[in-house]
């Protein structure tokens, strides 16, 4: 009898230093398996988030506030979260400005369902959000369309080469209010999908991180090519930040911490209904 061939998983994420470190191993079929075969697609993560809505994609990274649209098609990975333990998307303006003078500003972010946004929305509710692509969002800040930015990805290490002044902190405030990390983004997978390709996927997942950061000179040359520009040293600091042991695994505290942000989404209303976080382990 002639096995079965392995089912293919669409998986789709970001075309980031971070992402493309941690798919490394699964995007290079250094890891394989018999049961599923990966098919990567890179979009940015608005639209992943976006897309997931529709159950778009089998595996896909979404931010962990799009969670709750989406909890009734997925359940997320224990392994591929990005974390701010103590840092995180970072708000920035033209000249120096206090926290206390966001009120009622323009802030061009990300996208309302990324968690940067999310967080800013708890942190200082007042402000006008103006939607525009992520790495555009300092070019509104220099054209003046905007009063402050919302930095995500690499941009919270390169801002101030462009002469933005730094405002706050995302992760940094939200690790000193509530002692919890930041968690930002996270991998999801389809609920309908069998358990034991559920399952399967999940240890890949696992494996692949674990051989990035297991080899990390080979993956880091890899993500390269995703760091948009970046000198090495600030991509492998980025990488760093954000591959690390809660992305490895993401243990008791990152569960914790995603209830957390989300319950304080749905209590300020920015949120419609109160979700359960829930993994595939």
């Known amino acids: ?43 940015d993560i608005e639209s992943l988030n976006r897309k997931a809505m529709e159950g778009v994609y089998d595996l896909t990274a979404i931010s962990y506030h799009a969670y709750p649209y989406v909890a009734d098609k997925y359940m997320l990975l224990a392994s591929g979260s990005s974390i701010g333990d103590g840092y995180g998307p970072m708000l920035v303006s033209n000249a120096p400005m206090s926290i206390d003078e966001l009120k009622g ?11 940067a946004y999310l967080t800013l929305k708890i942190m200082e509710p007042d402000f006008e959000a103006v939607v525009v692509p992520f790495d555009k969002v300092l070019d509104a ?22 002469g933005f002044h730094h405002i706050t902190d995302l992760g940094k405030w939200f690790k000193s209010t509530y002692g919890l990390p930041l968690p930002l983004g996270a991998n999801a997978l389809l609920r309908k999908l069998p358990d034991d390709i559920r399952t399967e996927c999940s240890r890949l997942m696992r494996d692949s991180i674990t051989y990035a950061l297991d080899n990390h000179e080979e993956s880091l040359n890899y993500a390269m090519q995703f760091a948009r520009d970046m000198e090495p040293a600030l991509a492998e600091k980025f990488v760093g930040m954000y591959v690390n042991h809660y992305t490895v695994d993401a243990g008791e505290i990152i569960p914790k911490a995603a209830q957390k942000l989300l319950d304080l989404g749905f209590e300020a209303g920015l949120i419609p209904n109160r979700v359960q976080v829930e993994f595939v382990r």
């Open 1 to 43: 009898m002639q096995p079965s061939s392995p089912l293919e998983i669409v998986c789709a994420h970001s075309p980031d230093s971070d992402d493309a470190f941690m798919f490394y191993a699964l995007a290079t079929r250094k890891i394989r398996s018999r049961l599923v075969q990966f098919r990567h697609v890179l979009e």
């Open 141 to 162: 800040l220099r054209e003046r369309t905007v009063d402050a930015a919302l930095v995500i990805h690499e941009a919270q290490l390169t801002y101030s080469k462009g």
């Open 105 to 115: 500003k323009r802030i061009a972010i990300p996208g309302k369902l990324t968690t």
